[in-house]
């Protein structure tokens, strides 16, 4: 008696244990669940320590960046959109709300977190500098209060508009909208300010409208909302199914075991990965979603089966036991090989992935193992008496459904067209392969909304009137050598020697006083490690001489100090003029590219404050041409009302710049595309000192993420492809019949990825992760189909009276799955988030075509190859005596594990080519001996002698 | 903010203190609150007729991270209460060396201050425009109104409590519209009338800023205030000055508080 037998037995007969294990395993792990702990942020599809996280994280620090919440407000009514009295008054009230929309730590009772006041970015929070009267340079806020009439209103544009920090930022190039910017000391605040907003907006009337967004909301909101469509979604989906369910089998009672088993594996797997401490992330969340198809699919195959062997004679126990016989090991198959798909997610390198894939696949195997033990142990707690009228044969003998017509019809047009529909569908696949080379890899998590949700539409309308609502930060370090070189102290001492001669025309100073400082630089620079220390040791020196030098020499010496300390800042670069020139450079090249919205920097600080200092005149916005001159502008813009403005663009020690930059676009391919320019750029362009460049900023984080996320997903569904093949030819001991199996999937993952790509959806996360559930629901028909074909044939060793066989009960079987869940899931469309809606989509077109191409390829290619299939059996042999078997197997293992130590370890593909190229003869000839083995030669004699 | 600025440029430029009569505390009558500020701002701003001190100043911001200025700075008074000169010239960081602020300061109500700036390094002279003081003075946190001093016209005053050592006194601007406090508290030591504690308060009645006299030393027979700190609580930013070389009674001449010394510091100013 076989494994599956056993079991069946087992559960038919403690079928009472069977369902109060289930029922304690269940809520025992449903326990946990209360236990949640959320975690929405994007952020985290990258480890902690991932690099860029690090860096955007120092970023941070250093320029004292915060996540930024966007409001836009826009009049289209007003001739001069915002800029009249009653829109700046709401201006103004808003911003003095969102000053204050601060609360207590509740982890840090000390602590205030919400909106950085000082760091407000809106009309009354930063400062006009212009011209006063004649000659007279003027610091101001830019709206102390809402303005007394229109002339003031229009003055506040006015003055806006003419600088270049705040145009295009805080009001719109066209002068009729304002955006308010709210950094917030963390970014998973930003929902909860989102709604305070909205509700304070709430209580504003006029014609104003107001937007709302930016990367933290959006994500943060999505976040929320993700929990909020698991709770809607994957009820509805399932309420559907159930519908469709009972429309099909008509017996409630024998429906509710399919929900029951889709219930209890989604509630363990939620309960374990909460009670194993896992956040549960956005991914995590999607995990409901998923399961659920896969889950009850098993059960609808014996929910139709027994549906059609029924007959009241038989009775059930005789019947589920039947059933269970011809489907265990495809079920086993279908679940292990869709629990396959989903745990080589865990080969990619994005944690929450890892831990959706392994989740997934754990409760995959879950939901088998409750299909096979409960759903017989279910059906022994109905009574046969409610059963009554069940079955095919009670609903054949009233009419023949349309199902079993239209299958009847298809079974005998496949074989009689198998070859016209082989060719078709290479035709397709041809147009889908095409298809795929148009795929546009690309991701915005803005765009994870659908079109009419209020962020999607700020996200839309903000853009179009500012220079861009995704920050990204070019962050500049100086990577000049820090250390002492002989050419530095040459040049440092002609320096001083010019600087020598120039005071001893200003003062009647000995030279050889002045001398011994220059005589100093070799002696110190023995002792100095970086060039800083140098300056200071020689700043000390010169300092010591004012006090012991003649009286007459005094002077000089403050001069020799000076210019020590002169030297010392030129060590700061980010003050020299031809570095912050190069810097406008770079900002107009993307500027001009199209690229970036708006890009702010030191240097439109300098020139902006350089302009009113001079004269205010548009020639004037210019850098000077001395470090001093710049730090002197920059001390004027520090006497301003945010003097620390400063600071989120240069950091204290001038050895660092950061230009904000603005997108109008979040896409990635739009981000990448900016990249690209700035290094372009720098090629091109070498910095006049060395610099060295790296990005921060949530919009460049996602790139890295979907750079991984694609790569990640592309090679663990190779690996998962060949994994599957691997299963597939063991399960029918024929490497033939293994490539058979992969038809179907194949077709339908190609033809898939073909349509995203010919009607331009973009390849994004959601896409990403659906490949995995492709590959493993994809392969679960093909597996149903050949098994079946497989048992069949032999009875009438003819495939013409087995293909019929098979459009019977199995084709049935096929079909009424791809109903339920292809109809299932298309509630999901209603959701107002964009992956859901993919989920839908995904799930119907994976049912619907892998359906039907493991109904009309298969039994076209059965005919077809007939023979070659259904050659003799050679059952009794062991795969391992299969020297044919055994290569193809070694060549898949090889490539499977060059797959995933790709991933891993920093080996290149051509190394890996290499190994493989060693490693497949290896593999052949160890095949090789093992069929020559005497086993083996035993098995073949006895193959032959009968 | 506004009276506070009378303060902090007590504090800032206190190194001109005048000498406080320390009566006998037990049978002091206490004086009504327009004697007590009128003494602080004489205290804080006008000591002796004259004077020079050199300032050391460290901006510390919330990462730890600190920041130089050094500057010196002159003052002479036209009359005790009444108008005033300021000479500012900066020796630190040395790219902004002999860069020059000179200040007219007006006490007439309807008279805005004038004030000039001399960049070395454009040899630019610009005036600032009258308006707003309460601006950062060189990126720290003082504001320039706490360096020149903020008219006692503008705050009506009110003294809230005395203890054993101050006078407090809460001061509301008659315009808050053009200022960011509600209004601040000033503790004025009872013996020699320097006002030793500012805090400030916002429209939502917390405490934001405040500013400390940490050193306050007997020069010429002037109690002077050598130190002083001003903590910014929104920023988490601090600047603490430093005075030394405090001398009164110098005898500045008129001529160096005017637009020709400019480009041309006076020997005072340099050293």
């Excluded at chain 1, 009850?296 to 089966?305: A, F, K, P």
Aim: glycine fraction near 4%.
């Amino acid at each position: 008696m076989g494994l599956k037998q056993k079991i069946t037995d087992f559960s038919l007969i403690h079928y009472k244990l069977i369902t109060l294990l289930m029922l304690v395993f269940t809520l025992a792990l449903a326990a946990f669940i209360p236990l949640i702990k959320v975690d929405t942020d994007p952020e985290n599809m990258l480890a902690e320590s991932e690099p860029v996280r690090v860096f955007h994280n120092q970023t941070k620090q250093k320029f004292a960046l915060s996540d930024i919440v966007v409001v836009g407000i826009v009049n289209d009514k007003d001739p001069h959109g915002v800029f009249n009295t009653s829109s700046l008054a709401k201006i103004y009230e808003l911003t003095e709300f969102a000053k204050n929309l601060r609360w207590t730590d509740e982890k840090n009772p000390d602590k205030q977190i919400g909106v950085v006041e000082v760091d407000l970015l809106t009309p009354s929070t930063v400062d006009h500098i212009g011209q006063g009267g004649p000659g007279e340079i003027k610091f101001e806020w830019l709206m102390q209060k809402p303005p007394a009439d229109q002339d003031a209103a229009l003055q506040i544009r006015d003055k806006a508009l003419s600088n270049p920090l705040l145009k295009g930022t805080v009001v719109s190039e066209d002068g009729k909208a304002i955006c308010l910017y709210l950094p917030l000391t963390s970014k998973d605040l930003s929902h909860r300010v989102y709604k305070e907003l909205q509700k304070k907006i709430a209580t504003f009337t006029g014609d104003e409208k107001y937007h709302i967004t930016g990367l933290p909301v959006a994500e943060d909101t999505f976040g929320y909302e993700m929990f909020i469509q698991m709770a809607v979604s994957a009820p509805l989906a399932m309420l559907t199914i159930f519908v469709l369910m009972l429309i099909f089998f008509r017996k409630l009672i024998l429906v509710i075991s399919p929900m029951l088993v889709a219930l209890v594996s989604v509630i363990s797997t939620m309960g374990l990965l909460i009670g194993l401490g896992y956040h549960v992330h956005i991914m995590s969340s999607m995990i409901p979603i998923f399961l659920m198809p896969i889950a009850v699919v098993d059960s609808i195959h014996i929910l139709s089966e027994f549906f059609d062997l029924y007959t009241k004679e038989k009775g059930r126990k005789k019947t589920i036991t039947q059933v269970m016989d011809s489907l265990f090991i495809p079920m086993l198959y279908t679940s292990l090989t869709s629990a396959a798909g989903f745990a080589s997610l865990a080969l990619t390198p994005i944690p929450p992935v890892q831990l959706f894939g392994v989740f997934v696949a754990i409760g995959i195997m879950l939901a088998w193992l409750c299909t096979v033990t409960f759903i017989p142990a279910y059906t022994m707690f109905l009574k046969e008496s409610s059963l009554a009228n069940f079955g095919l044969a009670a609903v054949h003998e009233e009419k023949q459904t349309w199902l079993t017509k239209l299958l009847h019809t298809g079974g005998l047009f496949t074989f009689n067209q198998a070859k016209p529909i082989l060719t078709v569908l290479l035709i397709v696949l041809a147009i889908a392969v095409y298809g795929i080379s148009r795929v546009e890899i690309n991701d915005n998590p803005v765009k994870w909304f659908a079109k009419n949700h209020p962020i999607r539409r700020a996200d839309i309308e903000l853009n179009k009137h500012f220079g861009g609502t995704y920050m990204v930060y070019l962050v500049l370090d100086d990577a000049q050598e820090k250390t002492i070189s002989y050419k530095y102290i040459n040049e440092l001492r002609n320096r001083l020697l010019n600087k020598t001669i120039e005071l001893k025309e200003q003062f009647p100073l000995p030279s050889d006083s002045i001398l011994e400082l220059e005589n100093k630089i070799p002696e110190l620079s023995e002792s100095a490690k970086t060039k800083e220390e140098l300056l200071t040791a020689l700043a000390a020196f010169a300092e010591e001489k004012i006090t012991t030098a003649e009286d007459r020499d005094i002077d000089a010496w403050y001069e020799l100090v000076d210019f020590c300390e002169l030297e010392k800042e030129g060590l700061k670069i980010f003050k020299h003029p031809d570095v912050l020139r190069y810097i406008s450079r770079l900002q107009n090249h993307l500027q001009k590219s199209g690229l970036v919205g708006k890009s702010s920097s030191v240097a439109d600080v300098v020139k902006k404050v350089h302009q009113e200092l001079i004269d205010g005149k548009p020639r004037s916005y210019i850098i000077p041409d001395s470090s001093a001159a710049v730090a002197q502008c920059l001390l004027q813009f520090q006497s301003s009302h945010n003097p620390d403005d400063l600071w989120h663009l240069v950091t204290v020690d001038y050895n660092s710049a950061n230009i904000w930059l603005q997108l109008t676009s979040g896409d990635n391919k739009d981000m990448e595309k900016v990249v690209n320019a700035v290094e372009v750029f720098v090629k091109t362009n070498p910095p006049p000192v060395p610099i060295k460049y790296n990005w921060a900023g949530l919009t460049f984080i996602n790139t890295v993420w979907q750079d991984k996320m694609v790569a990640g997903m592309l090679q663990a569904f190779l690996g998962s492809f060949l994994i599957v093949f691997i299963m597939m030819a063991v399960l029918f001991r024929s490497p033939l019949w293994g490539i058979v199996c992969m038809i179907p999937l194949t077709i339908t993952i190609v033809v898939i990825y073909g349509i995203i790509g010919l009607i331009g959806k973009d390849y994004d996360m959601p896409v990403a992760v659906l490949s995995a559930l492709t590959l493993g629901m994809a392969v679960d028909f093909a597996i149903h189909f050949l098994q079946r074909a497989k048992t069949a044939y032999p009875q009438t060793a003819s495939w013409k009276s087995a293909a019929a066989d098979m459009f019977g009960e199995p084709a049935r079987a096929i079909s009424r799955n791809v109903l339920v869940i292809a109809i299932g899931f298309l509630p999901l469309l209603a959701a107002p988030l964009v992956p859901y809606k993919t989920v839908g989509i995904f799930l119907c077109a994976i049912m619907a075509l892998s359906g039907v191409v493991t109904l009309l390829a298969l039994p076209s290619i059965l005919k077809l190859a007939e023979k070659r299939l259904f050659k003799p059996a050679l059952q009794p042999q062991t795969p391992a005596c299969n020297c044919g078997f055994c290569l193809i197997i070694s060549i898949a293992a090889v490539l499977l594990i060059a797959i995933n130590i790709h991933q891993y370890a920093v080996v290149g593909w051509s190394k890996l080519a290499l190994f493989s190229i060693i490693a497949i003869p290896v593999m052949a000839l160890i095949c090789g001996i093992m069929s020559r083995r005497q086993k083996c030669k035993m098995l073949e004699t006895q193959v032959k002698e009968p | 903010m506004k009276p506070i600025h009378i303060f902090i440029a007590l504090i800032a430029l206190s190194v001109f203190l005048f000498a406080a009569d320390s009566g006998n505390k037990e049978t002091e009558k206490i004086p009504n609150v327009d004697e007590i500020v009128n003494k602080a701002n004489l205290v804080a701003y006008y000591q002796a007729n004259d004077g020079k001190a050199k300032v050391s100043m460290t901006i510390t911001d919330k990462k730890g991270q600190t920041r130089e200025r050094e500057f010196i700075i002159l003052r002479k008074d036209l009359a005790d209460g009444g108008d005033q000169h300021y000479y500012v010239y900066f020796l630190k960081p040395a790219d902004v060396r002999k860069m020059v602020y000179l200040v007219h300061k007006h006490t007439a109500q309807d008279k805005d201050d004038d004030r000039w700036l001399y960049l070395p390094a454009l040899d630019l002279v610009k005036r600032i425009a009258a308006g707003d003081k309460r601006t950062s003075f060189v990126g720290s946190d003082f504001l320039y109104e706490d360096v020149s001093g903020r008219s006692l016209e503008e705050d009506s005053h009110e003294l809230i409590e005395t203890t054993e050592n101050f006078f407090i006194v809460k001061n509301v601007p008659k315009d808050p519209d053009n200022v960011e406090f509600t209004y601040y508290n000033v503790f004025i030591d009872r013996n020699n009338f320097i006002p030793m504690k500012m805090q400030y308060y916002d429209n939502q009645g917390s405490l934001y800023r405040t500013i400390e006299a940490q050193g306050v030393e007997l020069i010429q027979k002037f109690p002077t205030v050598v130190k002083a700190l001003v903590t910014d609580l929104k920023t988490g930013s601090k600047t603490e000055m430093q005075f030394s070389d405090v001398k009164y009674d110098i005898g500045l001449d008129d001529e160096i508080f005017t637009e020709r010394y400019l480009r041309r510091p006076p020997r005072e100013a340099i050293r």
